[in-house]
């Protein structure tokens, strides 16, 4: 849905395509355009390139901070519609923009990216000129960024496909034309994958279309607008979630099949000194409260959606004073599992079901943190390693009940 | 049965090794360098490589990547004495990662588990 498009050079042909995503980012998409450009010129000098910026008709000038952003390769500006907004929705005008111009290697960074290097488009985009379909980047982050991922979306994507795709909702990607196109002509396409489910959306049609995927190790941590779980988790939470989910139901009879899980390729072997990350503080008392809370406001709900065993479990949690509050994660996955088998099974009731996983989201999240307060980043990393184990080993309880 | 290539330059732990996953019943190979290692693999097609991380003049973690360059879906795990080199990210390209043991059950398990495993 490409309402208006601005292509000051006339550009009809790209060999790689530089794509950002945008809804009122005038004050940081200058940054990532500028990165974008000088590695497009540094490492694919001998290619013809385009940086695309998809935006969703913002209201705050991004279109002319982008297209004011001196670069040395092209730029085009893409909108949707006025009030057609929507991160998939970019992403398809970019998909179909993509295809348009014929383009072999299309590299997605976000827009507030403040810790994009021109090396960041070397490593997204030169394994898809060496066969790589699928390009997800490695990267550091500080533990409490990025909880979605660390308790939802990867547990489940390695458990469900049998891939360890550590950072599969990162927000910045690299794909082949030829991936673009499946993309483009794939039906499984929903109100969440128009939102935020788009990144989820596109490692799992990646991972189930068996196109060649590989992890690229960033040479500094991801740094961007972090957000609190408890404060702002918004429906990001519902559209990435409701994205797994409904994606279940889709290859069921793929993931069915799987056992265990197996490493993903790696390009661009080792991190050299690591930066730290920006620390990112979280409001752990609004989280316990917001959990604790949910046993009013879901105390008709959760017992249509959790295993008797496993709501037994919760309520010994919340008898656990704050000090000492767990929330296993043998019971999360089986809880989680649980939620995937009502949204399969009460179409209707969609949205409910991941409203009233939310609560529960946020203890596990509390949880996560208190564990992880003395780890360093890589202990973190163990850790979230093992949790992926439990979720493992929990599967044959989803195989039973689904 | 499966045929496991142990790669350590420590006599005991390849002994040890040996003797155990013999009796599990693994065909075994052993080798004590990371020389010539990809020759070695293609000759003697194992189903599993177990590799020590710290071997006189090789990286595990740099021959793991040749491995993996070389044969992508062959299965690795690492087993080394430092907990440490779990903090290389390098590590992460290894189907298992195990802490050198008398007790060999966690190794066991992973080689079970790593055999066992079936993805799109």
Not at chain 1, 333 to 359: E, G, H, Q, V
């Amino acid at each position: 849905m490409i309402e208006y498009e601005e292509n000051p050079d006339g550009i009809n042909r790209a060999e790689i395509v530089v794509g950002i995503p945008s809804f009122n980012e005038a004050s940081s998409i200058g940054y990532p355009t500028k990165q974008a450009g000088e590695g497009l010129v540094k490492f694919f000098g001998n290619k013809l390139s385009v940086i695309i910026n998809c935006d969703n008709c913002s209201t705050d000038n991004t279109k002319d901070a982008f297209l004011e952003t001196p670069t040395p390769v092209p730029k085009i500006y893409i909108s949707t519609p006025p009030g057609v907004h929507g991160k998939g929705i970019n992403f398809r005008n970019l998909f179909y923009k993509a295809c348009e111009l014929k383009a072999e290697a299309i590299i997605v960074v976000d827009a507030d990216l403040k810790s994009i290097t021109p090396q960041w488009i070397q490593r997204l985009g030169e394994p898809l000129l060496r066969d790589f379909d699928y390009v997800i980047p490695l990267y550091v982050r500080h533990k409490y960024d990025g909880t979605i991922t660390n308790n939802i979306a990867y547990p489940l994507t390695r458990a469900l496909y049998g891939r360890r795709v550590r950072q599969p909702i990162g927000g910045e990607f690299g794909f082949s034309g030829k991936l673009s196109e499946t993309f483009l002509k794939d039906g499984f396409w929903d109100e969440s994958v128009s939102h935020f489910g788009i990144d989820i959306w596109m490692t799992t049609i990646a991972i189930n279309k068996a196109a060649s995927i590989c992890q690229s190790f960033m040479d500094r941590p991801k740094i961007h607008r972090t957000k609190d779980p408890g404060l702002q988790l918004g429906p990001m939470f519902r559209e990435v979630t409701g994205t797994i989910f409904s994606l279940m139901i889709t290859f069921a009879d793929i993931w069915k099949e799987v056992r265990w899980s197996k490493p993903t390729a790696i390009f661009g072997f080792g991190l050299g000194e690591v930066e730290r990350p920006p620390s990112v503080t979280i409001d752990e008392e609004n989280l316990f409260k917001k959990f604790m809370k949910g046993f009013n406001s879901c105390k008709e709900t959760w017992p249509t959606i959790i295993d008797e065993n496993n709501y037994g479990k919760l309520l010994e949690i919340r008898d656990i004073d704050y000090n000492h509050f767990d929330f296993p994660t043998h019971l999360w996955a089986r809880i989680l599992f649980d939620f995937a088998i009502a949204f399969k099974n009460r179409p209707s009731d969609r949205t409910l079901i991941l409203d009233a996983l939310i609560p529960l989201y946020l203890a596990k999240t509390l949880c996560f943190v208190k564990k992880s307060r003395r780890m360093s980043i890589r202990q973190v990393e163990e850790f979230i390693e093992n949790e992926c184990m439990v979720f493992e080993e929990t599967k044959p309880y989803l195989l039973q009940r689904w | 049965m499966a045929k496991i290539l142990i790669v350590d330059d420590e006599e005991h732990i390849r002994l040890l090794y040996s003797e155990e996953l013999l009796e599990e019943g693994y065909e075994v190979c052993v080798t004590d360098t990371g020389y010539e290692l990809i020759d070695r693999i293609e000759r003697e097609k194992p189903d599993l490589v177990i590799l020590d991380i710290k071997l006189p003049e090789y990286s595990g973690l740099d021959l793991l990547q040749d491995i993996r360059n070389k044969f992508y879906n062959l299965p690795v795990i690492l087993s080394t004495a430092y907990d440490v080199f779990k903090e290389d990210l390098k590590s992460v390209a290894a189907d298992y990662y195990v802490t050198k043991s008398f007790d060999l059950t966690e190794l066991k398990k992973r080689i079970a588990m790593a055999l066992e495993t079936k993805t799109p």
